[in-house]
């Protein structure tokens, strides 16, 4: 996922500076492990996924109260069901 397609799908994000942006989609992609293959199309989704949880628990994006009480994000729940129903073998670590 590019920064570009990151900020379309993530508006929320509009005002981090593109160097942050970049930094956490690079931390997200490595993150990512397993052969992407796995994922097919649904590579960029929880590649945005994974990119948007790591910025909300970030002191950043907690201090934008992103993440819930529990210390989980819709976005790192999203990407757990998404990882649960189409791959086995690839984490989040």
Avoid: C, W
């Avoid at 005002?15 to 397993?34: M, N």
Wanted: aromatic share 8%; net charge negative; hydrophobic share 40%.
């Amino acid at each position: 996922m590019t920064l570009t397609q990151f900020r379309t799908r993530y508006p929320e994000f509009r005002t981090a500076p593109d160097s942050f942006v970049q930094a956490y989609l690079d931390d997200a992609a490595a993150s990512l492990v397993g052969p992407s293959d796995q994922l097919g199309t649904a590579y960029d989704v929880a590649h945005g996924l994974a990119t948007a949880h790591l910025i909300a628990v970030s002191p950043a994006g907690k201090n934008a109260r992103m993440v819930n009480d529990d210390g989980t994000t819709q976005y790192g729940k999203t990407l757990s069901e998404l990882m649960r129903a189409r791959v086995s073998g690839i984490s989040i670590t």
